[in-house]
């Protein structure tokens, strides 16, 4: 079922607005936006759909295909539900001069929550895009992005980087975007021909707000300071005998280490070299084991069932402590592979694949 017929068969009249915007998958680099850093994430299939109408009242009444019906006042406080989110987005639009009483709204989602795939991003973009629709306010897709982090930080308390509002509102199908999250530039460049990145779920699945995200940003934060840069994209390998504490210095050898994969990995998209790119994922899941402490038992499984099957690369991705893994494997060879890995990962499954 869709937004719009979810919509019309709860509210019973037609909405006047719709929109949706797609969850992503990081190729490579992890943790590195919030620091300012380097990522190159793509589009998945998985998309979240939102349709909406204007209310006369100050009321969110809203209807959700996963998350079930709510209603609550624009003006009350948040209180740990999904409509956070569109108290949110209904702030920062106004923000922008245009004036919302209330909203009717139904929201279907295909991305897995809790994934590591960014349904959140994709549910603030969906959620933005529809909004502005509803009250014909144009804004570049970069400024979205940048209102669907405002969001996560003052309306869900995710200290979150701007990747993931990026990918969804900028990149296209086929194509990473890597991005530059200091200044926001962006390129976007094909994804291998004759070789598929795919998405699996491990079966485990986590939750940001436990505190272990902001707990690492509050990390590496403390490292730059030790640093005296401005952020961990300053600093460099060398710096890294100046942290005495251990796992400060861990942290930042991650994100340091993650940036430079990032730049060796978007060389390798661009020369075809699948066979490296592959071996850069290779060293990036490590260090987010070992450095950065965030994967899990059911990652690392997946991860080495899948190399043990052939893929080139395997790594987590998104946020860790539970989600997906992406692995890259030949085309060839991506029924043999996939069988294996879900033969020998019982609690996982398939979620997408991406190819050119």
């Not at 640093?227 to 994100?255: P, Y």
């Not at 340091?256 to 990036?284: H, P």
Request: with cysteine; glycine share 8%; hydrophobic share 35%.
């Amino acid at each position: 079922m869709n937004s719009q017929t979810l919509f019309k068969s709860h509210f019973q009249y037609p909405p006047t607005s719709s929109a949706k915007a797609h969850g992503r998958v990081n190729l490579i680099g992890e943790h590195t936006d919030y620091n300012n850093g380097f990522v190159l994430p793509t589009l998945i299939e998985q998309n979240i759909e939102v349709s909406m109408s204007l209310r006369d009242d100050s009321k969110i009444k809203g209807i959700s295909s996963e998350f079930g019906e709510n209603s609550v006042d624009m003006e009350s406080s948040t209180d740990g539900s999904w409509l956070d989110f569109v108290r949110g987005a209904s702030y920062y639009i106004q923000n922008e001069g245009c004036k919302i009483n209330g909203l009717d709204l139904a929201v279907t989602s295909s991305v897995p929550a809790g994934s590591g795939l960014s349904s959140s991003a994709a549910f603030e973009i969906a959620l933005l895009r529809a909004i502005c629709h509803l009250t014909s306010l144009d804004l570049k897709p970069s400024k979205i992005a940048e209102i669907g982090q405002l969001i996560e930080h003052q309306y869900i308390g995710t200290q979150c980087g701007i990747m993931d509002q990026m990918a969804s509102a900028c990149a296209e199908f086929g194509q990473a975007l890597y991005l530059d999250c200091q200044n926001l530039n962006t390129e976007t460049i094909p994804i291998f021909s004759d070789h598929t990145f795919m998405v699996i779920h491990s079966g485990s699945t986590r939750k940001l707000s436990e505190g272990k995200y902001n707990e690492r940003k509050k990390e590496t934060e403390l490292a730059s300071e030790i640093l005296n840069v401005s952020s961990l994209r300053n600093a460099t390998k060398d710096n890294l005998e100046l942290i005495k504490d251990g796992i400060i210095q861990k942290r930042a050898r991650h994100v340091i280490t993650e940036n430079e994969r990032v730049q060796k990995a978007t060389q390798y998209l661009k020369e075809d070299n699948a066979l490296k790119f592959g071996n850069v994922m290779n060293e990036s899941h490590q260090s987010m084991d070992d450095d950065y402490e965030i994967s899990s038992p059911e990652l690392n499984h997946v991860v080495n069932v899948s190399r043990r099957a052939g893929a080139l690369g395997a790594r987590l991705t998104g946020a860790g402590f539970g989600g997906c893994v992406v692995l890259l494997l030949p085309s060839a060879k991506n029924d043999e592979i996939k069988e294996n890995i879900l033969k020998n990962c019982p609690h996982s499954y398939w979620v997408t694949n991406i190819k050119h």
